[in-house]
């Protein structure tokens, strides 16, 4: 029989390292909480990764009423983009007026509404185009001849968690990633949480006062672990999928473009090369970690584009593709499409229980506001400790102006001229001022060390490996970046047999720190 434990090692475990479990932590340390937080694979390596990377409002809710969700999502843009003006920044879609489908008029009345419900104060507004003038409509069949601009935003969504996940680990959280919750239980008047060293394949004993499930598509999984009961079904899983091919146009404007199931497609220039094409929206009822695009849904998605677009979208032209799970609450809608995009917070058991958070469903644009709702619900629990903070403190990288981000380029291209001007323009948007981390006294091409292809080196390598829990070839082509697109097989090779020489599986400098004392209580 285990000894009963009276003290905790903290105060809050959270469980799952995507957005809203990094946004968490974030918060939570910030006030003042001591913080672990735990992911049994890489940060964001599950659906906050796999989004259509927009800070937006979602325009298509007004069509479901969810005005509320609307609004909440509206007023974040700007928060987010002044937080982090590296990683985000404004977009401008283009509408086509579809005779078929909504009339004009309805269209106009939407982006109305979407321009004045939330706090817009930097983004434009809505304008109507001719496009049989307007630059957009030169990618455009001639059939389309009218329709409207909007702003949104775009967001980096893998780096948005790991800035978050960093800012965490730099305030004093702990941020273990590749480590499993296999256990949970109560043990006097704590939580006793068992994990699994994915890497050394070893277990350790974590305790917390507070328990979040933040486990996204596994969120049930968590809490059939924690109550020994039978399995939960309070999410339902919805499969989001997108193509990536070639650059299909030379201008900045993005479309979104209405289908006759109800459903749109987003067109996004991406990457400076590329083409980004999504979303499906479909029910998923497997393993959340093996999820995959379907030939269904690229020839879908290339049908949806091909519909507006002059040039034919090809299945033949996609030339890289990825899919995720979104864990909606299940409303009972009828579509995949028609269900909530907004978050719900659960209690498990009673006040007297001990404190068991589980959060379900939610969307990137939200998270910040999602982490102060948990801390809400925490503090009545733990007793208040500090206030709300996040909402004009910028992520790692972000410390200058949000319309300031020409102005950091060409101060890091006077500081740094030895390096070309595109390759400098992608790491600004990577990693904002802590560039001048990365690459510190770098003074010539020489200094940045191996060259791994696509502008990706040694010296960035190690920063991603020393500051960012990168692990593996695939973290740092894929999450930390997207260079992975266009990387060859040989090259792939040559980083990770760098990565196996180089590198042991030590955590980051905080990490470890923190691992070695834990903070007492």
Known sequence: MKEEILSADFDLYIIGGGINGCGIARDAVGRGYTVALCEMGDIASGTSSGSTKLIHGGLRYLEHFDFLLVRKALKE???????APHIIWPLRFVLPHHKGLRPAWLLRLGLFLYDHMGGRRKLPSTTTLNLRQALPGTSLKETYRKAFEYSDCWVNDSRLVVLNAMDAAGRGALIEPRMKCIGIEQSGKV?????QDMVRHTTRVRTARMVINAAGPWVDQIINMATHTAASHNIRLVQGSHIVVQKLYDHDRCYMFQNADDRIVFVIPYEGEYTLIGTTDRDYDGDPGKVKITPEEIAYLCRAASEYLKTPVQESDVIWDYAAVRPLVDDGASKAQEATRDYLLHWHGGEDDLAFLNIFGGKITTYRRLAEAVMEKAQERLGQKGDTWTIDAPLPGGDFPMQGFQQLVDRLQARYPFIAAAQLHRLARAYGTRLYDLLGNAAADA????????????????????????????????????LGIGQTPERVQALERWIKINVPFNPPASEARRAESPPPR
């Open 77 to 83: 843009r700007e928060i987010l983009w002044a937080n």
């Open 191 to 195: 939580w006793r949480i068992t994990l």
């Open 447 to 482: 200094d940045l060390g191996e060259d791994f292809g696509n502008g990706l080196r040694e010296i960035e390598v190690r920063y991603l490996i020393s500051h960012e829990w990168a692990r593996t070839a695939e973290d740092i082509l894929w999450r930390r970046s997207k």
